[in-house]
């Protein structure tokens, strides 16, 4: 390449970084993974050189550290993605674990399970403006081989080998299987895999360099051609949700079996097995249903060291230039201990959908996306349980005259909820979606009368406490 | 008190709440100690269900998780600071240390350091207009071990009672002795302790709430009173700062020194010795001084997957509604992790005291503030070293020309940097304070004649090495 032709392509690198800076609609993660020697470090360093580091993050992704350990293995992926209108170069990425996992099986494959929520992410990067570039720097065994000989021969450049390199060079056979594997099963139009040979320093860069570019090209193109979003009311008729017929009860029993079942829940938390566990709970329900004083049960129980209430609002501007579930995936609990949302990530079919604040589009793969979140979840060992706290139109009503006579609770009432009460027939449709198609054999919807608020209480801690003692 | 008082009490805080984030000023912890039965739970609770739960975030602070033991006592504090305009109820708070520190040195007090850091903590809170209210719930020895003997007694609440409940109670004198000597050394006027008997649950109650709404009250008149950020500028007459004045060198023996000195790099953070430590690098100067590339030849030698470099740019709205310092203690790297700031915490005493970003109040109290925050990072074993890259005004003026020519180095001259340098010898003057007041032996600045590039990222590897080899 002339001088004067890489001069035009790092400006129009510097120039496309700009414009998706000012678009503030897409995101790129750049992925480099390689052979020992390939030039995956040199390769990295010498494109962020030629943009403005101050909207690039560089991150490698080694042996997960412990607090990563206690969290799904996707968690600490999720941490680290990029903004809106920034860029994230990783060495490795989320394939970090795919390697390692390999030597460490001896050479068995990487699951299923491991690949699939790989394809998983990045189909939801794509659909969410984040466009995800893989390249992978390749060497035929000779130059590898050669080059690891002169880097350990010199002592200015042993120390550059390691000895992870030492292990791919004599396992080159296992290697390339591993390697070629994943790269197939990965290899999906909105997430393609670039192959670059490595044996040129210059022209890996250059060829890494055009395949950015296009790939600015493309997410800039497809922020800017993207749909404005459209409002849309759910307008089936509410279908009727599956409810248990509440009975009403005196306030000795109450007390009496609330007291029983936060003793068997402060039991099941401490026990050994849930150390290894973790617990999470969301709460749905239009306002007023009673959400707050069900999660105040659940919490007399506990120790508050073990436990943090997340309550769920409108996104902050740093959420907002995330993926959507990021701000949910920042909350999992640690292992042995207790996340409980007061209002979730199903706000994105609950609300959004109602009141038109996303795109048909967006809120249709969302149940998709939940699913998989879900099931990383207890995939990682941790015990979900989701309620919908269902209230009458005129038990609401009643709750809310009622809220704005007392002084003290005024403030939980607003206009914002007089207006959702008008879509109170399109919240009924969408919870009925949402339960229908987020319902998971370990993920369970549980319908709960609130109408009575005692036994709405009660049914809560029950299934609580049915969930976790048969797994602890 | 009678119904009407209380209502009204409510009424007051409820209303005080919706103050604080209107004014988006101010934010209030408050610490809740106490011993077993005093109902630290239950005032808490009860608290906070009598404000807005979305605006108060409640935490407890148990014996340190493995990933806050990797990183200095204090992370965990800073990292849990309410954001302007929130409250943050913590069971414990910065006390948590304290008490089990005490128990396993066998009743030895806690090191005055570990007093000191509370002390600095607290008093940044207050200067920065977080209100600090402690409450201390007290129970005479006898009602404790009353309560004590009926919670377990009964099945239903057994479980109420932990491990350090009893050890509290079986060693009434000794926690006592370690309880009033933290309260008298910790009791501050910015952020006195109070007593409160923790004998009637509801007068217990009413008592912090009113603790709660004074100390309300006095954090938004002080935010009401806050003064507007007064402009005024360094006016003295630059100081020289020192210089070792640097030879010219030819490319050969750069290279090679530069790949000998890598090496040293490389081998030192390699060491085992180096993985229960740390390393953290601070590069200040002017525009164009080369930080950048002096970064770069560092970062060569290292293992991507072990170091981040964090570019300093103006605060994001959510780091502006935090303490000046929290942005920074965000990246304090793990034990044997690196973390590179291009430019750092010293923006407060350089752009923002030089430009009149800050009051001169703020700006003259950081230099404490920051040499608290080094002296809990050296004191953690984490290495650290920080460098003033002086460029003269002659060769910054020549760099600039060449970069605006460069099509490819525009976008690192924008018109912020040529009004920065009109503040030329203000920055000179605002650096010699800085170098004066925050040169520590431990935390040493070492200030680089940056004029001659190869020189200066010569003069950085070799200083930063040296550092590291006496350390490791």
Not at 394 to 421: M, T
């Amino acid at each position: 390449m002339s001088k004067r032709a890489l001069t035009k392509l790092r400006d129009e690198l510097l120039d496309l970084q700009f414009k998706l800076r000012r678009s503030a609609g897409g995101a790129l993660v750049l992925i480099v993974t390689g052979v020992p020697t390939a030039g995956r470090s040199e390769t990295i360093n010498e494109l962020v050189s030629w943009l403005d580091p101050k909207y690039v993050s560089v991150r490698a992704f080694g042996a997960p550290d412990l607090a990563e350990r206690r969290r799904p293995p996707m968690w600490r992926y999720w941490m680290h993605l990029p903004q809106r209108g920034r860029m994230a170069f990783y060495f490795a990425g989320w394939y970090a674990d795919i390697v390692p996992d390999t030597r460490a099986r001896h050479g068995k494959l990487a699951s299923k399970r491991a690949i699939a929520r790989i394809r998983q992410l990045e189909a939801m990067l794509a659909a969410d403006g984040v466009a995800v570039l893989k390249i992978h720097l390749h060497l035929d065994r000779k130059t590898q081989k050669k080059r690891l000989k002169e880097l350990r021969a010199d002592k200015l450049t042993r120390w550059r080998v390691t000895e992870e390199d030492r292990w791919f060079a004599d396992h080159y056979a296992t290697a390339t299987r591993i390697v070629s594997r994943t790269i197939r099963t990965t290899d999906r139009v909105s997430a393609p895999w670039h192959i670059v040979d490595g044996a040129d320093p210059k022209r890996r860069v250059i060829e890494a360099a055009k395949l950015l570019r296009d790939a600015l090209r493309r997410v800039l193109q497809s922020s800017v051609a993207k749909k404005k979003v459209v409002k849309r009311f759910a307008e089936r008729a509410a279908p009727l949700l599956p409810r248990t017929k509440a009975t009403s009860l005196d306030d000795d029993a109450y007390e009496n079996e609330l007291g029983l079942l936060q003793g068997r829940l402060a039991y099941a938390v401490r026990s050994k097995q849930f150390a290894k566990r973790g617990l999470v709970l969301a709460f749905e329900g239009l306002d007023a249903a009673g959400k707050g004083g069900a999660i105040r049960r659940i919490a007399q129980a506990l120790d508050a060291r073990q436990y943090q209430v997340i309550p769920v609002a409108a996104p902050s501007p740093e959420e907002a230039a995330h993926p959507y579930l990021w701000r949910f995936w920042k909350h999992v609990p640690e292992r042995g201990e207790i996340a409980i949302f007061d209002r979730s990530w199903y706000g994105r079919v609950l609300v959004e959908r109602v009141r038109g604040f996303t795109s048909e589009r967006d809120w249709r793969r969302a149940y998709g996306e939940i699913n998989e979140f879900e099931r990383q979840l207890t995939e990682h060992e941790i015990v979900v349980a989701k309620f919908w706290l269902q209230v009458s139109k005129v038990e609401q009503l009643k709750r809310f005259k009622a809220r704005e006579k007392d002084p003290l609770k005024r403030f939980k009432v607003d206009e914002e909820d007089w207006v959702n009460r008008r879509y109170y027939d399109a919240y009924q449709a969408a919870a009925a979606d949402m339960i229908r198609l987020t319902d998971r054999p370990d993920a369970r919807w549980t319908v709960i009368d609130a109408d009575q608020k005692k036994h709405a209480r009660l049914q809560v801690l029950r299934t609580v406490c049915d969930a976790l003692e048969r797994r602890v």
